[in-house]
């Protein structure tokens, strides 16, 4: 059974930095491209930044492109998201999960599965 817990979230002021933890089990990881997503109250879930199974291919977002960057720690079964430049409208329960995809990586969360139970981060202007 595949097992993902998000880490890292808080209250941070605008401007501020946060970095997110995702740990995976049940799941060979490096074998898999990765994905964080958010979802704003009210708002329908959105993906943010993708990584390929390597690390070679990444995607992101227009929303954070620039401000945020994905990598992973594959021997730490591990995904991160370093936030900087936050702003309010980046407030959210933010996801991380892994794709089904072993090549590339996409940001269709159809592709995507096991959903953890999310971080929440709160951005104040």
């Known amino acids: 059974q595949v097992q993902v817990v998000e880490s890292g979230g808080g209250l941070v002021q605008a401007g501020g930095s946060l970095r997110l933890s995702c740990t995976v089990s049940?799941?060979?990881?490096?074998?898999?491209?990765m994905g964080w997503f958010r979802q704003a109250p009210g708002k329908e879930r959105e993906g943010i930044s993708c990584?390929?199974?390597?690390?070679?291919?990444?995607d992101y977002a227009d929303s954070v492109k620039g401000r945020f960057t994905i990598s992973r720690d594959n021997a730490k079964n591990t995904l991160y998201l370093q936030m900087n430049s936050l702003k309010p409208e980046d407030t959210a329960m933010y996801y991380c999960?892994?794709?089904?995809?072993?090549?590339?990586?996409?940001?269709?969360?159809?592709?995507?599965?096991?959903w953890g139970q999310g971080t929440q981060v709160t951005v104040s202007s």
């Open positions: 049940g799941l060979t990881f490096d074998a898999y491209a």
């Open positions: 999960a892994p794709s089904v995809r072993s090549r590339g990586c996409y940001l269709f969360e159809s592709e995507y599965h096991s």
């Open positions: 990584i390929s199974r390597s690390g070679g291919s990444l």
